[in-house]
């Protein structure tokens, strides 16, 4: 069974569980860990079902949670290597060090964690001297810290640990478990952005938020998909009115910046196919759009071509997660 989940959308935290065949992906972790439990739980989904977690770039709001997430689960986090430099430079702004330098010390480290390893299981098959000193030997109080006791505080300080991490390229597709996976690159002010196609089961779906216009690629992209996520960001009337300081609302309408419901609309109406069963509109602004703005001009783009096996046009939420769609 395929299973498409959007537990939060917005500029307040980004996650969405993907689930086909024995696989369970989450994209994005821009809410807490405590958080994403409780939306996962709301939504019918099981934590600890989830098998990695997918990164579309570092911006915070999509980022905030993944440590504590991936350590709490002991699951691997795919990153572009660009995208996974930025985030070890967010996390660790004041740190000296070159990311060639950094993935040196912790191929170092790794070594040193697996030789102390060795040691300790070649100590721990004592011959018959040992037992019989051992034996003798008066009995202390308390013993050393097991290896695992006095790695915990180490990896405590070091906010950018986790339990492992896999590299992916926009333009080349991989596979994590059950779910093929194609990266492409947005046009979007971050390190090394992309969205994603998804295939399993036979079903196709797409992932596109956090872009400032549809480049030819993203529009290839997009089509003959089963299901469309596309940003629906901001209202351009509200943006330019709102409260937001001129810089801000410069790079909101930037091409790197967000799409807006026109721009989105535009898409929908002369390039795309009209073959999603759904079409989601996410990363919704909450100070620059309106649900029902965002609603009314997808729907006029979308006039004429809903039926009642394609395009029923959801909306993604940031306080809530949305019913999880099943194919």
Partial sequence: MVRFTVL????KGNSTVVSGGRTRILVDCGLSCRELFRRMKLAGEEPETLDAILI??????????????????GIPVYFTEGTHRAWMR????????????????????????????????EEDEPD????????????????????IESAAPAKAKDPTWLPAVEYFRAGEPFEIGDIAVSPFTIPHDAADP???????????????????????????QLQGVDLLLLESNHDLE??????????????VLSRVGHLSNEAAAGF???????????????????SNNL?????????RALNGRASLLANLLLLAKQHEPLSPIYF
Wanted: proline share 6%; hydrophobic share 40%.
């Fill in 90 to 121: 967010w996390l660790t702004p004041r740190r000296q060090m070159t990311y060639a330098q950094w993935l040196e010390q912790c191929r170092r480290q790794a070594a040193e964690r697996q030789a102390e390893a060795d040691t300790t299981a």
């Fill in 194 to 220: 992309v969205g994603f196609v998804f295939r399993t089961e036979g079903v196709r779906m797409a992932f596109a938020t956090d872009l400032g216009y549809i480049s030819p690629n993203v529009r290839a």
């Fill in 56 to 73: 579309t770039h570092e911006h915070s709001d999509h980022v905030n949670g993944v440590a504590v997430t991936a350590r709490k689960l």
């Fill in 291 to 299: 649900p029902e703005l965002a609603r009314v001009t997808a729907e």
């Fill in 128 to 147: 018959e001297s040992d037992l019989v000193e051992a034996a003798e030997a008066p009995q202390e109080a308390a013993g050393p810290a097991t290896p």
């Fill in 238 to 251: 509200m943006l330019r009115d709102g409260p937001y300081p001129w810089a801000v609302k410069q790079r």
């Fill in 8 to 11: 939060a959308s917005g500029s």
């Fill in 268 to 286: 929908l109406e002369e390039d795309y196919d009209g073959q999603a069963a759904y079409v989601i509109l996410a990363h919704l602004s909450e």
